[in-house]
Every structure is written in structure tokens, then in C-alpha cells.
């Protein structure tokens, strides 16, 4: 007979039961909570869970892949040891003393910055990850760390650093309560949000414009979130700041300024007036390809609203001019009164690790950008990271800190990075090489020791990072639905060791020192802040209260204890603590955005800089091109996202890749007819890094001038272990993408708007 058995926490099933589990969505930044049927240890249904707080039942077609990703033959289940230019299995052990044996030597012959390290986007969604990625970088001492922040965010997390404070402190677009939103550069139909975290943004948007709100969409692809909207503004890509600054223009212009209850804590207003004072709608008509009197009428509107915002993504901040429009986007939510307020864009406040609910309020050091440049090529540094498209430089060229060996935790920058062909010759040069991934992929194919964390089943959750932007403040950790394999170690685990390792402690030592001394340095920082709950108390009694905890539940614990709604180690008892959200596996609602300013600011004055001198000093650049059109048959590249796609990784899912190829060329029909170019027959694409052959797409759903590559495909090289990818191959669109061509402010790189030659493909 079977047992039926609700088990909140998620405890592994025995043979006799059918138990339930409860699990935020790890695969993108919405976080659908999942219900997980697991009957003898088997996964048999994932749905979306109808009780979670925030996401009411939704999901999309990804969510329930967590049971194939699973179960994917082609999933790593035990560490791989490259022997004789061959990886073959080895046991954790081994793995971890081939790591000690080769990366030791490197960091005593050549210094720290001889290893370089990359996190890939996943660690963004991911419990050990977020806790246990800064270890590793401090113990590894290195300055050559690189991430996906800067091929995707980084523009958008500088200019809110500038503004704000802080780099986490993002304003979000309250769409639930706002009555108008133009959305420039993102597809939130396709991609499900992102630097604003909300599950069914469909139904969301549904309910936007059934209250009568406006929904206006600025892209140069008419997307799916366009051909839902109001109003479709198909502008030239990676003109958006021209655009925004013509409507700051405009409303300078029109006397139509107002801060509102913000203009005591907002400066340099008069400097932002002066920097968009050239850039008038009818000065940026033909560099943007949008009408003055529409950038005029979208200005007027968003002021006119009773609550709007602005809310802009990856196709305004991967762009030559990604900082300036991730600033220009909260410039113009401010200077329309929408900042900070219901139904405009607002400050989300996490339940644990956020910054700005730390420390004095309204004051701290800003903006912790530029203070050092990449030893090659002189790009600079933003909040310890150095620009991702520097990374294959400095492994090629030689001389004192050139990059002798590579960590990857979870990544695959030779699909995500730009020039990926360069990156991939460069990392067969590598003298070692680590990869922490579950799948033997483009990247990790070069790794000298591969070590595969358990899946995402098998290990706990909780969204540090993506809870930060949050349109509706909730908490909610997962306990792992699965157990691990027998002999299996935690993905923290894994991580501790690598740290350990780095450290010069050795393979053997034990991970538990690691999260210890983190936890002792939150705690030292906590009871240091004179406005927190635990101010003055002693580290070694908050210590030992946490003795019931290991590895990332000790410090999450520690961090929703310390937090804004914690219970402070008893200061506030009925403050939340772990044991409370494990207790309400189906999240903890803690209310909707609430005004945050100026307690949420981090700036040294205390106050909002409208007008920040790292961005101004960009702005004679995109003065530069205002008047430059498009030229005669100009093409340019942009990328799409895809509802059954998340960058490169989970085209192994046969679910999510049957049917018709996805990886097309879009190509609008005058120039299609233009260049001889036939639907479904192959095209070359030609830029400066590349060239890549894929089928063509006829659609008007992009502007003329403009045609479009989805990212993340390409998986035909050798020695990867990803067949069900490698019979959907497609083609990598960043053999085309330029590593030189960057925003400036930021040195993220610049995929949108890249200039291509396309033409039949001959055969
Ligand atoms: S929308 Fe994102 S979080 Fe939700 S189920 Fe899909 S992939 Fe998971």
C-alpha cells in the first residue's frame, strides 16, 4: 500500500511513501514555487505549487524540467580527472588532490593572479553559490575575477550604485500597481523578468491593462511582451539614450519636473538638465528611427500617469551605452515623482543579505567601481570584477599576472562571452583548469578536473540575490527534495574545499572552518552596526546558537536573523528566523513595496545623484552619433530570448528543444528580398570575430536593418557529453559578437545593435 505523505521540508521518500516537496524554481529570476511528487525516490510530478505566496500555482514550460535535468543521462554523477589528455572518473578525493597538486604550485610560482575565476549566471540563482563563491575569490586572493554580470546587469547595477548607494539597490517596476510601463530592451514574455523578480509576468501584464493601464513597449523586434502591449516603439538598437534622454529633454523643456516628496534627497538635478540639453526628440529623430513627436507624447504620458515607470533591460545594457541608459531609466522615473513610490519603481526589501538595510541609514561609501584596470587592456574594475570580454586576453598575453589557470563555477563563457571562438583557443592554453558544472559542456570540455554538484533537486534554495529585486517582499527556502547519492558531497561542500585548497589548508580539511569563519564574519559585522538587532551583543554566545546548523542553513540562518524582518537572536521573538520558513514551505509573505528613500540609500551625502560624474563623462561619446542615421543597407545583430530556453544550459532538455529549430535568423522581408535571401534556406552571417551559417526566418517582426540570433546555441564541438543538445545544435551568435566592442563606462559587453554582412549561404 501506498503512503501519502506531505512533507513540507522535503525529506527523501522511502520505498513505501509518495512524499511531496516544496521548491522555488532555480531556473530563472521569477521564482515559481514547484510541488515536487516523489515516489520511491523517483521524481513523478512536477507542478506549480498553488499555496506558494508569490507565485499562486504558476509556472512555465522550464519549471517542471527539473525532473529531466535529473534524470539527464548526460548529467555528471561523479568527478572527472583529465589523465593522459583524457577525463575519466575519479572519486572526490582524487579530484580534490589533482586540484591541490596543480593549482598550488601555480599560485606559488606566479602569485594569486595567476588563477582567475568565473561565475557563471547560475550562481545568481543558487544557495551555495551566493555564500560560498566570495570565499573562494578572498582565498584565492586573485584580482582576475570575472562573472556573467558583465555580459548581461553590470551597466544597470553601476548606474544604481552611482545613484543609490549600492549595486543591489535596483528599483523594480511595481507593475502590480502602476497604471502605465514602458519597457525598453527586455521580453519579460519570453525571458520571465529579470532585475525584477515577480512570477507570471503574462498575467501580471494581463491585469495592467485590464485595470486600464498602458503598456508600451520600446524594442527593435516586435517580441511577444510587444505584440502584447499597447503601443510597439521599434527604435534602432542600442539608441535607447538618445531616446530617454529626449524625453528628460522634453520634460526640462516643458517645465514638467517634479521630484515630489523626493526633492529634499535628490541632487544635481540642474547637471542631469545640462547633460540631456543637446539631445532634443527632433536631434535624436534619425539615430533612434522613433518620430519626435512620439518620444514627445511617450514623455508627456509617463508624466501624465497617476503612477508609471520606466522599467529598461539586457537590451539596454548590453549596449555601447549600457550605463547611460540604466541611468537615464531611473533619471526619468525620478524626474517624473515615480520613483519610489506605489505603481512607479521601488525599493524591494530583502529578508536577508541586503545591503541597504544595513548600517546608518541613508549613508555609506557608494559606488566601489574603477579602483583598479585590467593588466592588458586597461578596463575597469566594478565592485571587485574585472569585464568578462578581458578574460581571454589575459590568458593569452604573457608577462607578470598573465592567467595561468581558470576556475568555473558554473558557467560556459566560450557560449556566453563574446568572441567565444578567441576563448576557446585560449583556454586549450590554460596550464589548469577547474570546472564546477553539472554537464561536460563547451567550457568545461577544456577542465582539467570537472567536480559536479548534485542537481538542483538534491540541494536546498533560498534566492538571496534575486529576492533583492522582488516586486512583492517574500521569503521562501526549500529543503532538497532528494537526497544525495550515496559517497555525493553538497555543492557547498564542494566550493568550501576548492577554498581550502586555495587557502594552502589542503584537500583534507574539514568545509565546516569555512562557513565558520563566515559566519564569524557576518556576526562581527552585525553586532558592529549600531542600528541592526544585534548591536553590541557578543559573537561568540550568537555563535553558538547557531550550533544546530551547517554549511548554508548556518549562514542563512545567521543573515534572516540579522535581517531587517529577523528576530534578531531574540531581541524580537517573533522576527523571522529559518525554522520559520521551514515551517511555511510555501513561503512567508511580508507585505507589498513600501516608499524605502532615503533611508535605503547608501551615497555619501545621503542622497540620490541624479547626475553621476562616471556617467556624464560618457555623455560626449553618445553626443558623437546623435545625428548619425542608419547607413545605406545597414544590418545590425540583436539576440531573442526564448520561453523554452535559459542561456546555454538546458538545451540537453528534449522537451524544451523539440520542434522546429529555434536557433533562425530573423530577417525582415525587404531585406531578405533585398539580399536574396529565401525563408528556411541557410544564411551566412559575417561580422568582424566570425562568421556562422543558420537558417533564415522571414518575419516583419523585426524592424528593417536589423536581424536577430538567439545566444546560448552551438553545441557541435568536440569532446562535450550533451547529446541531446548536440542534435539541436544550432550556432554560437558570440562567434559573431565583438570582445572590443563595450560599454565604456562599465567594459560590459556591447552584444546589441553589432554590425553583420549576411548573404546566401553557398550550399
Ligand atoms: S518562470 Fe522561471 S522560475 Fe518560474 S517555472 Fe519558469 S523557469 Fe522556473
Not at 522537451?655 to 535568423?665: A, D, W
Request: proline share 8%; with cysteine; hydrophobic share 40%.
Amino acid at each position: 500500500m501506498t503512503t501519502i505523505v506531505d512533507r513540507p521540508t522535503g525529506h527523501a521518500a522511502t520505498d513505501a511513501e509518495v512524499t511531496t516537496g516544496f521548491r522555488t524554481c532555480p531556473l530563472c529570476e521569477a521564482g515559481c514555487g514547484l510541488e515536487v511528487t516523489v515516489r520511491d525516490g523517483e521524481v513523478v510530478r512536477i507542478r506549480g505549487d498553488r499555496a506558494d505566496v508569490f507565485s499562486h500555482g504558476y509556472i512555465c514550460p522550464k519549471g517542471s524540467t527539473l525532473k529531466q535535468i535529473h534524470d539527464d543521462p548526460d548529467r555528471l554523477r561523479s568527478p572527472l580527472v583529465r589523465r593522459n589528455g583524457v577525463l575519466e572518473p575519479a572519486t572526490w578525493d582524487e579530484a580534490f588532490s589533482e586540484v591541490d597538486r596543480r593549482l598550488r604550485p601555480i599560485i606559488g610560482e606566479h602569485g594569486p593572479d595567476a588563477v582567475a575565476i568565473y561565475l557563471g549566471n547560475p550562481n545568481a540563482h543558487n544557495l551555495a553559490g551566493m555564500l560560498y563563491g566570495k570565499p573562494l575569490i578572498k582565498a584565492l586572493g586573485t584580482t582576475n575575477v570575472f562573472s556573467a554580470s558583465t555580459v548581461d546587469q553590470r551597466p544597470k547595477e553601476v548606474a544604481a550604485a552611482l545613484m543609490f548607494g549600492h549595486l543591489m539597490t535596483v528599483p523594480v517596476p511595481d507593475i502590480d500597481r502602476t497604471g502605465y510601463l514602458l519597457v525598453l530592451g527586455a521580453n519579460p514574455l519570453e525571458s520571465n523578468g529579470s532585475l525584477a523578480t515577480a512570477p507570471d509576468w503574462p498575467g501580471r501584464l494581463k491585469s495592467l491593462r485590464a485595470r486600464g493601464g498602458r503598456l508600451v513597449v520600446v524594442d527593435p523586434r516586435r517580441t511577444k511582451t510587444a505584440e502584447a502591449a499597447d503601443e510597439h516603439v521599434a527604435i534602432r538598437p542600442g539608441t535607447d539614450p538618445y531616446l530617454l534622454a529626449a524625453m528628460v529633454n522634453t520634460l526640462a523643456g516643458d517645465d514638467a519636473i517634479a521630484l515630489g516628496r523626493l526633492a529634499p534627497y535628490v541632487d544635481r538635478l540642474e547637471d542631469l538638465v545640462a547633460a540631456v540639453a543637446p539631445f532634443t526628440p527632433e536631434a535624436v529623430e534619425s539615430v533612434t528611427g522613433v518620430p519626435a513627436a512620439t518620444i514627445r507624447r511617450l514623455a508627456g504620458e509617463l508624466r501624465a500617469a497617476p503612477a508609471g515607470c520606466v522599467y529598461g533591460r539586457i537590451g539596454t545594457t548590453t549596449a555601447p551605452f549600457g550605463t547611460v541608459a540604466s541611468w537615464l531609466v531611473d533619471a526619468l522615473n525620478t524626474v517624473t515623482g515615480n520613483l519610489d513610490r506605489p505603481g512607479g519603481a521601488m525599493f524591494p526589501r530583502a529578508a536577508a543579505g541586503h545591503f541597504n538595510t544595513r548600517g546608518t541609514p541613508r549613508f555609506g561609501r557608494g559606488a566601489l567601481i574603477g579602483r583598479r584596470t585590467s593588466r592588458v587592456r586597461g578596463l575597469p574594475e566594478s565592485f571587485g570584477e574585472l569585464p568578462a570580454v578581458c578574460l581571454a586576453e589575459e590568458i593569452e598575453t604573457p608577462g607578470d599576472g598573465q592567467v595561468r589557470a581558470l576556475i568555473v563555477l558554473a558557467g560556459n563563457p566560450v557560449l556566453s562571452l563574446p568572441n567565444g571562438e578567441r576563448l576557446d583557443r585560449a583556454m586549450a592554453g590554460l596550464d589548469f583548469m577547474v570546472s564546477v558544472d553539472i554537464y561536460l559542456n563547451e567550457t568545461s570540455r577544456h577542465a582539467d578536473v570537472v567536480l559536479p554538484p548534485p542537481s538542483a533537486l538534491q540541494r536546498s534554495h533560498y534566492d538571496i540575490a534575486l529576492l533583492m529585486f522582488a516586486l512583492h517582499n517574500v521569503a521562501n527556502y526549500s529543503a532538497p527534495v532528494l537526497p544525495l547519492e550515496p559517497g555525493d558531497i553538497d555543492e557547498w561542500e564542494i566550493l568550501a574545499r576548492l577554498a581550502l585548497i586555495a587557502a594552502g589548508v589542503g584537500p583534507a580539511a574539514d568545509p565546516d572552518l569555512v562557513t565558520d569563519l563566515a559566519a564569524r564574519t557576518l556576526l562581527h559585522a552585525a553586532v558592529a552596526d549600531d542600528h541592526g538587532p544585534v548591536a553590541g551583543r557578543d559573537v561568540d554566545e550568537l555563535f553558538d546558537e547557531l550550533a544546530g546548523r551547517r554549511g548554508p542553513e548556518k549562514l542563512l540562518d545567521l543573515m534572516l536573523r540579522t535581517g531587517p524582518y529577523g528576530d534578531g537572536f531574540g531581541a524580537r521573538p517573533a522576527g523571522l528566523t529559518l525554522a520559520a520558513l521551514e515551517a511555511n514551505p510555501h513561503g512567508v509573505d511580508l507585505g507589498a513595496l513600501e516608499p524605502r528613500l532615503p533611508d535605503c540609500l547608501r551615497t555619501p551625502t545621503g542622497t540620490i545623484d541624479l547626475a553621476p560624474e562616471a556617467i556624464l563623462a560618457d555623455i560626449p561619446r553618445l553626443a558623437a552619433g546623435m545625428h548619425d542615421g542608419p547607413a545605406d543597407g545597414e544590418l545590425v545583430l540583436v539576440g531573442r530570448r526564448d520561453l523554452r530556453s535559459n542561456n546555454s544550459w538546458m538545451h540537453n532538455v528534449k522537451v524544451l528543444v523539440k520542434g522546429k529549430p529555434r536557433c533562425t535568423l530573423h530577417v525582415h522581408p525587404d531585406d531578405a528580398a533585398r539580399l536574396g535571401l529565401v525563408d528556411g534556406a541557410p544564411a551566412t552571417v559575417t561580422a568582424r570575430t566570425g562568421r556562422v551559417v543558420a537558417p533564415v526566418h522571414v518575419t516583419d517582426a523585426v524592424r528593417r536593418g536589423v536581424v536577430s540570433l538567439p545566444h546560448g546555441w552551438g553545441h557541435d564541438l568536440p569532446g562535450m557529453r550533451l547529446g541531446v543538445a548536440a542534435d539541436h545544435a544550432g550556432v554560437n551568435s558570440n562567434l559573431l559578437a565583438d570582445d572590443e566592442r563595450i560599454d565604456a563606462v562599465t567594459g560590459t559587453a556591447a552584444f546589441t545593435g553589432l554590425p553583420v554582412e549576411v548573404a546566401p549561404a553557398s550550399g
